[in-house]
């Protein structure tokens, strides 16, 4: 019995000290049942998700497209309609060459599967192990693979839209869907064909094989490894790759598309090393100039297809719409004949480049534009200079940056009194001058803007300050980063952000245009509408109403006195006898450093413009050298103005020709316009803190992009003059007797020392 207890009484103490050898047994089992629980609960979600995303999905995908052979074979081209609903040019079907399956080139597949599907014949039109392993390889590899297959790609190339809004979880369902259902029709050999023959590769070429012969002038059969990666990695951006329009990422393209051929080892380490190492201009040839049409609206095109994606995702290249622009084929042609032909106006060489807008006063419609003159024949999208802000505009900015604003906000009247002397940029030691290195001391703003005095300009713009003038200017969509005051007399800026900062033909165009229609700034428009497959279409994207720039009265004295600088001003060579015109010339210059390297070239300048409006329509011309050391002399500064006549001339003769209307608010006493209630009193005091924003804003360049700009930029020393044939009327040599005796009058030997001076020849 003892040994009975003893026993019992040891198994009792070792089971306590089992017990607390595991304190924590109960609760670990406890805890694992919690974690079972969980993962159990966590199955049963995502069952129940994988049948909710099953049935979302089988709910987009039945409503997905039939498959249709002729939409695999074919593109679908997009027409462009003009103005006057005539179609003028079919953009998608014209280049195109068809490949059969047994012509595909072993090296061209390697190409095209190494870096656009690596698994394409093994996923069956979906690869969820290509979506994750796409976005891995996006990461380390910095993007060479997207999540679509080639099948994916092929199905959105024949059955969907690419705008951008149009990229929804319906869409991808339905393109899943039919990428499966082609997998089951057609063989891996037939798809890759299908996109072969299909996608599209700059240049208005179609189909890999045309763009062989387009690039090479020989099949893909006979070319070689690097120019066969070039060719398979186009699709994936073909303006972006375009080897002639930009070789660098060309290069870079096709170099990926190598490094996935090794990564997948379908070429040697050596030849991965020479491939790379050719050059990617290697076997070239001259683009094709088989459109003879498409030169005329090559610059005009590159901006409708620009509009259009901008604005509402679609790429007229791709997606197959109708597109109603705003070209007047007459006028755009007229245009560009004007500019690369010697019927109208004799060139000093061929090498002189013209840019130029012409928009419609009422709507902001972009009649006709030209971007460059002799463009290499072949062309297709090229460079447009006249959207460029690279270039400076000189003394055609004193209208809109220095005496608008002066009449809109400090309510002068042309008739105002200004001192045109010695003065430097505010805060610095600075000089302004003038392009005939003297000063004509007192006279009227109107006097003033119409011999394109610098000096006067600089003073408003100082008056009115830089705040109100950078305002006033965005009213009309003109930004500079940070203005200053030698902005009152040039476009120069050094930042140019794209085409946000600075001016160019065709901002110059709208602005004027607000002169012409009594204030309404509209945004330039080369699209009014586009029309789907369906027959959709899309209108309110290309709507605009405009907006108040200006007050009408403001537009009206700008305009009065730009009749005057064209009836004997610095632009009498734009003159058109009989038309009601108004316009702006304008000169930038070389500073010091510049000017020695040229030598003794008469009035040399890097830039020659003039900017001109009728009632109808407002023209701005820029004329220059792509060298800009390469200068407009005293004998070709009158193409810019000429340019503008002779197509002024023509676009005008079909129209009526009126005057403006003085609006109510304005009162003509003799030549001068005065506004209602108001005599042109001493230069208002600005607020603290424009004073101050100005103050240091000028202040701060003093020893940098002033002087800069001070020796650079146009208008210090303009070398635009008025025409020493053409004498100013009486009236407006003598400023007429404004409402108020305190009004001050010229001196004598100012007006003498104006009649006196001649323009250098």
Known sequence: MANQQNSRSGNHKKQVQNKSKHPGSKKKGSIGSIIFKIFI????????????????????AKDAPDLEDSALESPISSQLFAANDELFLEIGSEKRELLTASEIPQQLEDAIVSVEDRRFYNHIGVDPIRIVGSALSNVVRGGMQGGSTLTQQLIKLSFFSTKAEDQTLRRKAQ????????????????????????????????????????????????LSLPQTALLAGLPNGPSLFDPYANPDSAKNRRDIVLMTMLDNEKISQQEYDEAVATPIDDGLVEPKNEDNDWKFYDNYLREVIAEVEEKTGVDVLKDGVDVYTNIDLTAQRRLYDIVNTEQYIQYPDGDMQVASTVIDTHTGKVVAQIGGRN???????????????????????KPIVDYAPAFEYLHYSTGKMIADEPYNYEGTNIPITNWDNSYMGRMTLRRALVLSRNVPAAKLFWEVGADQ??????????????????????????????????????????AYAAFSNGGTYYEPQYVNKIVFQDGSEETQAFETNGS???????????????????????GTNANIPGLYQAGKTGTSNYDDSERAQLGSVSSPSPDSNFVGYTPTYSMAVWTGYRDQKTPITSESSHIASEVYRTMMQFISASIPNEDWVMPDGLTRIGNELYLDGY????????????????????TSTTESSTEESSSSSSSESETEEPSSSVEPPESSDEPSTPPSSSEEQPTESSESEDEGSSPPE
């Open 548 to 570: 108040r720039a200006m007050e009408e009265t403001t537009a009206y004295m700008v305009t009065d006195v730009l009749k005057d600088v064209i009836s004997y001003g610095t």
């Open 41 to 60: 609960g966590l199955f049963f979600l995502g069952c129940l998700g994988l049948l909710s995303g099953v049935g979302l999905f089988w709910y987009y």
């Open 469 to 510: 003038v950078a305002e006033f200017l965005e009213k009309m969509d003109i930004r500079y980063e940070s203005i200053e005051q030698s902005n009152a007399i040039s476009s120069n800026t050094s930042v140019q952000d794209g085409t946000t900062y600075g001016i160019s033909s065709l901002k110059m165009a709208a």
């Open 175 to 222: 393109e899943a869907w039919l990428s499966v259902q082609l997998e089951q029709e057609k063989s891996k050999q037939e798809i890759l064909t299908y996109y072969i023959n299909k996608v599209y590769m700059s240049n208005g070429v179609y189909g890999m094989q045309t763009a062989s012969e387009e690039f090479y002038d020989k099949p893909l059969s006979e």
């Open 375 to 397: 463009i290499p024949e072949g062309t297709m999208l090229g460079e447009n200079l006249a959207v460029n802000t690279k270039r400076d505009f000189g003394s055609t900015v």
């Open 679 to 698: 005599v042109d009193p001493p230069t208002p005091p600005r607020s603290s803190s424009s004073t101050e924003s100005s103050t240091t804003e000028e």
